[in-house]
Each structure stands twice: as C-alpha cells, then as structure tokens.
C-alpha cells in the first residue's frame, strides 16, 4: 500500500511539472474582506492540494478517533456486562441452593454496577417477599416497575405480593394491567378467577370462565374448563337463590340443566327455587321426573326428604318399589328403601329388605347398625350385639355418607361442589364404607 501511495504522488508531481510548463501566469485572488493577492497558477494549485490533503487528515484522524473511542467504549460496556453476568450466574446458583443470604451479595453488587438491572431488582424483591419483609419488596418491585412498566414478569411479582399482603383490589389492578399487555394470558386469567371466586363476584367469574374456555388450547383443557364454567354458573344460581333472586337463580338452573342434563346440583338448585316460591307439589313433580331422567339417588334422596316433611311416605315407597322392579341389583337403592322403612318405623319391611342387602355382601357401618336395631326391636339381642360389633369395627360413623367420585372425600353432608378437590358434581352415595369421613 505504500509503494502505491508513493507512485501516485509521483505522477502527481509530474503531472504538476507538466502543467507549470504551459502554465505560467499570474493569477489574482481577491479574499472577501481582505486585500488581493496574486499568485502564479502552479501556487494556487499547490495551496489548494496542501489545503484537499489537510481537510482530508482532519476528516480521517476524527473518524479514527471516534472508531477508538466508540471500540474501547464497546469493550468496557463488554466487560462491563460480562462481570454482571458472572455475579447474575453466582447469585442464580445461590437461590436455586436455597442460600438467599449468599444470594442478595451478588446481586446487591449488580445494582452498584447497574442500578436498574431488572433482574437483580426481581430477584432481590423475590427474596424480600419470601423473608416476609413486604416492605422491602415492595420498593425493589417498584424500582422494577419504573425500570420497565410493561413488563409482565414484573407486574405478576407485584400482583404475587398483593395477594400477600391481602389488598385484593390492587391484586386485581396489576391483573386487568397484564390482560391490557396481553389479553390471552392465561396464568393471568387464572389469579383473575382465583381473586374473583374469593370475592364470590359469581357474574363477573362467569364472564372471566368463558375467556378462559375461548383461550384454552387442547381439548382435554377445554373440557375441564368447560365443567368449570358450569360450575360457576351454579355457584352464580345459588348466590342470586341465598340472596332472595329468584328469577336469576330459576334461569341460571334451567340454563344449565340445558348445557348439561346430568349437572345433578342444578336440579337440587331449581327444585329448591320451587320451595322457595310455595311451589312444594311442582317441586316434587319435578324431582320425580328429574329422577327419571338422571336415575340420581342424589335427587331421590332430595325427594325422600320432601316427600315425608309433606306427609306424603306412601308415594315414596311406590318411586322406590318401581325404581327396584326396574333395577332389582341396585343395592344402594335397596339400602335407601330399607332406610326409610326403618325411618318410618316399619319393622318388617325394613329387617327385610336389609337382610336381602346384607345376604349381597354389601358391608356398611350404618348397615350394621340398623340391622343391630333392628334385632334389639325383634328382642334377638346377641344377633343386635353381632351387628353392633361389625360397626364399631369398622370405625366409621353410622350414617350413609356423600362420596366424592372424584377424589374419594366423604361427608355427612350434600354439597354442589367437593370442598376437598373443588370439582362439582362429584357426590354421590358410599354403601361400601370405602372412605372415611
């Protein structure tokens, strides 16, 4: 490159020599506010070369002088990053051993070194959140915040501490300021339905569930949610039900036996709209079809204790007798039968039908028990202690109890929803004594 360099200003110069040749004159310059000057040619144009090459080392020494600066700017900033990362590692593998204390060392260096590393201000808020200072917290999050209001990451930690500290509403806030980035966001959507069920805002729920429903992205989800909003559309029918609404309970339990004509909670939910109203014949009319359609001992069991509070055992006895000629090896249905006889004091009847249950090998703690009864009204009283024995054995309470088919919870009470897995629709009859309440 040097040898070219000096080729060129050698047929430079000689081209200038050329040009001085046939070029000899005087020329006269005259610069604006000062005096005229003349100056042979070759002159002019040896001052302008001088003055082109001067320029041009000033343009290249300010270009080469900012290439280094911008370059060893670069390499700081390099190394800069570099070190924050290797403290941002250290303290990652701090947390993730559980050590928080070892931990917030490293990651206090980093806001030394880059105040509004957002990372660093999450993870140290993480840490003061877990130690319980919510204070703390509090302040690393909103340094957060004003670093990068947009961030999803940082407005979850910020409604996560909400949730904490029990200010619901600004819970809710972040969540509607996370659905506004990004409205598909399930795990949003999600803590939105949390906070709304904990509210028992039941309308609003309903509205929330069916966006959840529109964003679900396999069918197994979409089924699952599917049941959800169901649900809540029941827990919607009976607050508007506790709450003296009738006409929203009545449409929200006949929509839903519509959307589903086995949601057993919708029928116990529209039957008891009926007693509300002073309709109890229309309710049993409609517990009686209801059954029809569903076979649910739930909804006969709902109707046996209607029909005896109204006076009216004998119609009862003809729903079971007529279930039985239909299905005779229901022994549930049996023992429900047997139930009632013994409620309603008929001795015979009831020894009968529980020994054609207990000859099944159905083994039942209130079983037992009755049959023990049963033989103490008989005067058989080592046969009633027999009995009585068999249930003590199985340390069970002597009632038949609810069983949630889903996860096996048991209880003496009917409920629309299993308070053990929050599923609804779930209850149904334990003749076996398979769970323990």
């Known amino acids: 490159?040097?040898?070219?360099?000096?080729?060129?200003?050698?047929?430079?110069?000689?081209?200038?020599?050329?040009?001085?040749?046939?070029?000899?004159?005087?020329?006269?310059?005259?610069?604006?506010?000062?005096?005229?000057?003349?100056?042979?040619?070759?002159?002019?144009?040896?001052?302008?070369?001088?003055?082109?090459?001067?320029?041009?080392?000033?343009a290249f020494a300010i270009r080469d002088t900012k290439r280094f600066i911008e370059n060893w700017q670069y390499q700081r900033k390099q190394k800069k990053e570099a070190r924050i990362q290797e403290l941002y590692s250290k303290a990652l593998n701090a947390l993730l051993a559980h050590d928080e204390d070892e931990a917030k060392k490293p990651l206090e260096s980093i806001l030394v070194e880059e105040p509004k590393h957002l990372d660093a201000l999450l993870r140290l808020g993480d840490i003061a959140s877990a130690e319980e200072d919510y204070q703390k917290a509090m302040s690393f999050y909103n340094k957060a915040f004003s670093v990068n209001p947009q961030n999803l990451e940082v407005l979850f930690s910020l409604e996560s501490l909400m949730e904490k500290t029990g200010r619901w509403a600004d819970a809710l806030n972040y969540i509607e300021n996370i659905l506004d980035i990004d409205a598909d966001n399930l795990s949003a959507l999600y803590k939105k339905r949390a906070i709304l069920e904990r509210d028992e805002k039941w309308d609003e729920l309903v509205e929330a569930q069916k966006t959840i429903l529109k964003h679900e992205h396999t069918e197994k989800d979409r089924q699952r949610e599917q049941m959800n909003l169901l649900g809540y559309k029941y827990e919607y029918g009976r607050h508007s039900l506790e709450t003296g609404e009738i006409e929203k309970a009545r449409k929200a339990f006949k929509t839903l036996i519509k959307l589903n004509g086995?949601?057993?909670?919708?029928?116990?939910?529209?039957?008891?709209?009926?007693?509300?109203?002073?309709?109890?014949?229309?309710?049993?009319?409609?517990?009686?079809?209801?059954?029809?359609?569903?076979?649910?001992?739930?909804?006969?069991a709902r109707?046996?204790?209607?029909?005896?509070?109204?006076?009216?055992?004998?119609?009862?006895?003809?729903?079971?007798?007529?279930?039985?000629?239909?299905?005779?090896?229901?022994?549930?249905l049996r023992f429900l039968l047997g139930k009632l006889y013994y409620r309603l004091e008929m001795i015979d009847d009831a020894f009968e039908?529980?020994?054609?249950?207990?000859?099944?090998?159905?083994?039942?703690?209130?079983?037992?028990?009755?049959?023990?009864?049963?033989?103490?009204?008989?005067?058989?009283?080592?046969?009633?202690?027999?009995?009585?024995?068999?249930?003590?054995?199985?340390?069970?309470?002597?009632?038949?109890?609810?069983?949630?088919?889903?996860?096996g919870y048991s209880s003496q009470g009917w409920s629309g929803r299993c308070?053990?897995?929050?599923?609804?629709n779930t209850y149904t009859f334990n003749l076996h004594g398979a769970r323990k309440i």
């Open 1 to 58: 490159m040097g040898k070219l360099a000096i080729l060129i200003f050698v047929l430079f110069l000689a081209g200038l020599a050329l040009f001085a040749i046939d070029n000899k004159e005087i020329t006269t310059i005259k610069i604006p506010f000062s005096d005229i000057y003349e100056i042979p040619k070759i002159a002019l144009i040896l001052l302008s070369s001088v003055a082109g090459a001067l320029a041009m080392l000033i």
């Open 262 to 300: 086995d949601f057993i909670p919708a029928y116990i939910g529209l039957a008891e709209v009926m007693l509300g109203e002073g309709e109890s014949e229309d309710a049993v009319d409609f517990l009686e079809k209801s059954y029809d359609q569903t076979s649910s001992l739930i909804i006969l």
């Open 303 to 332: 109707l046996e204790d209607l029909l005896i509070s109204l006076g009216e055992p004998s119609r009862l006895i003809r729903l079971y007798e007529n279930s039985l000629a239909k299905n005779p090896q229901n022994h549930t």
């Open 353 to 407: 039908t529980f020994t054609y249950v207990d000859a099944s090998g159905v083994a039942s703690p209130e079983l037992y028990q009755i049959m023990g009864d049963l033989y103490l009204k008989r005067n058989q009283y080592d046969r009633a202690v027999s009995e009585f024995k068999k249930a003590v054995d199985m340390k069970m309470a002597f009632r038949l109890p609810y069983w949630c088919s889903n996860c």
């Open 419 to 424: 308070p053990s897995c929050n599923n609804w």
